[in-house]
RNA sequence: GUCCCGUUCGUCUAGCCCGGCCUAGGACACUGGGUUUUCAUCCCAGCAACAGGGGUUCGAAUCCCCUACGGGAUGCCA
């Protein structure tokens, strides 16, 4: 058999998406399946669209989801240039094989492909006017994942428009074919463009590569119907970083939408996805996006992570956030973090979950504080934590002597420890839920909590 | 309008190709309990689906047909 070669082949004229992230994926996992090649191809026939901007920032997320490609920008190849801006001449010469063949015409400035079979005139009720139609054989498109879809075409089609550039369904099947492209793989909105393809691969005398039609990743119902867009909420990959969801979490999740390892797990490491993937494991019917489960999984991810790997993604995020210096202490991090990891789901959560570990300027929940107080009762207290906590000694600070102390207090008053746990925990953080309790004061340290309890 | 694709818990899915093991399994979410001296994690339990109708068959989520619904295409966008 011959080597698997796929395209991931995105028009560079906005924010990379889900949907396309998730073609992405699927063709870089194929190729990493079957050890054939994944090639990027930058398809900017469309002048009037394409931006430098968008470009990078495709780039800039394909990397980041850690989807690496074998021949495209950046990293060569033999079937360059990979834009297809810079692919005019070999768009020229196929253009002429069609012409020779006698399979184009021109009108009103455009050249058309010329489908074969008897023509006819008749109203179209979607573009509302009378139009030249053909009796074309139907194609037969042999899907993996859909199984043998037939479909004729029926109207000739522009190849290249008035302006003189190619359009799209010209030059992706001469690329594919000039690229030695084998089976693609792209979202099942291509389908019924799939017999023009076809078409023109006959018409070329090349061979047709496999396909395997995506289902659609649709919008959540509470935004609207259809297919998700890039304006729709959560729909860009970009957000994910920037909100610090973990890349190898957001590409599980994203593998998970419309593939299944079908052994009732979930949480897979790239390794063993790449191992299991098959296309003709991929699910016929549509997918919406839950922002929740991807969550959860970014949840798994964190917390299975060692304390070093989770400290090398949390600095910069709280240095931005400007609770540490760059050069902050990597062992009171460490110590910090290690009492953080477990208890939020994504990195975003963290500047404001731990802030009081690095600054005297949190914010305070002040609706907590009057629960706390509703005996009125909270700056008696109080006081009488920061006398019995001020007792112990700084080299004797640490969770065993906590413990103790606060066992001690609570005999003398006749009280469960619990009586001052959260009003000092409130004292200290400014709020009532956090880490475990006595590490945390351990971790912040003697001097700033006793100094916390006497405001 | 026409053509194409699809339809299992609220959501993602397993099962469907090769009918019986399916009183339909898992996960997220949700609800309730438990563990935790705090807060989380965690554990347990519960909720909840084969779109509808016909057929074929001893037997259908699984095969066939129809209907309904959803989606896509129908562009000198990709």
Redesign the pocket.
């Known amino acids: 058999m011959k080597p698997v070669r796929v395209r991931f082949?995105?028009?560079p004229?906005g924010f990379f998406h889900i949907g396309s992230a998730r073609t992405a994926l699927f063709n870089w996992l194929y190729a990493r399946h079957t050890g054939g090649t994944f090639v990027l191809r930058i398809?900017d026939?469309?002048r009037e669209?394409n931006t430098p901007e968008a470009l990078e920032g495709l780039l800039r997320s394909m990397r980041w989801l850690g989807l690496d490609w074998d021949e495209g920008p950046g990293a060569g190849g033999e079937f360059g240039p990979y834009f297809q801006s810079e692919r005019g001449d070999i768009y020229q010469s196929y253009l002429e094989q069609l012409q020779k063949a006698g399979r184009t015409y021109e009108?009103?400035?455009?050249i058309y492909f010329k489908l074969e079979g008897e023509r006819y005139t008749e109203y179209?009720?979607?573009?509302q006017t009378e139009v030249e139609k053909v009796r074309a054989e139907p194609v037969l498109i042999r899907d993996l994942i859909?199984?043998d879809?037939?479909?004729?075409e029926n109207?000739d089609?522009?190849i290249y428009?008035?302006?003189g550039?190619p359009?799209?369904?010209f030059v992706?099947v001469v690329d594919d074919i000039a690229m030695g492209i084998t089976h693609v793989i792209r979202g099942?909105?291509?389908?019924?463009?799939t017999s023009k393809h076809i078409e023109l691969f006959q018409a070329f005398g090349a061979p047709v590569p496999e396909y395997a039609h995506l289902?659609?990743i649709?919008k959540d119902p509470s935004i609207g119907?259809?297919?998700m867009s890039k304006r729709d909420r959560g729909a860009l990959i970009d957000e994910y970083q920037e909100r610090h969801f973990l890349p190898a979490a957001v590409r599980n999740y994203v593998a998970?939408?419309?593939?299944?390892p079908?052994d009732?797990r979930?949480v897979l490491d790239v390794g063993e996805i790449i191992e299991k993937f098959e296309l003709s494991?991929i699910?016929?019917?549509?997918?919406?996006f839950?922002e929740?489960?991807m969550?959860?999984i970014n949840f798994e991810y964190l917390?299975a992570l060692p304390v070093e790997t989770y400290a090398w993604f949390a600095r910069p995020v709280l240095t931005a956030a400007g609770l540490m210096a760059e050069e902050g202490s990597e062992s009171y991090l460490q110590r910090v973090l290690a009492l953080c990891q477990?208890?939020i789901t994504s990195l975003e959560e963290l500047p404001k979950f731990c802030a009081y570990f690095f600054t005297d300027q949190f914010e305070r929940d002040s609706a907590a504080y009057e629960k706390l107080n509703k005996k009125g009762d909270f700056q008696v207290r109080l006081s009488e934590a920061r006398t019995a906590l001020a007792a112990i000694a700084a080299d004797e600070w640490n969770t065993a002597n906590l413990?103790s102390c606060?066992?001690a207090l609570?005999e003398q008053h006749s009280l469960?420890?619990?009586a001052w746990?959260?009003v000092v925990?409130y004292a200290v953080s400014g709020v009532?839920?956090?880490?475990?309790?006595?590490p945390m004061l351990e971790v912040i340290g003697r001097d700033v909590v006793i100094a916390r309890l006497s405001v």
């Open positions: 082949a995105p028009s004229t398809e026939t469309d669209r009108k009103e400035g455009a179209d009720d979607y573009l859909r199984g879809v037939s479909r004729a109207r089609f522009v428009r008035a302006n550039d359009t799209f369904h992706n099942e909105d291509h389908l019924s463009n289902p659609l649709l119907k259809g297919k998970l939408l419309g593939w299944s079908k009732d979930e494991d699910q016929k019917s549509p997918a919406r839950d929740k489960k969550a959860y917390k477990e208890k413990e606060f066992a609570a469960k420890q619990h746990w959260p925990r009532t839920s956090g880490p475990d309790f006595l």
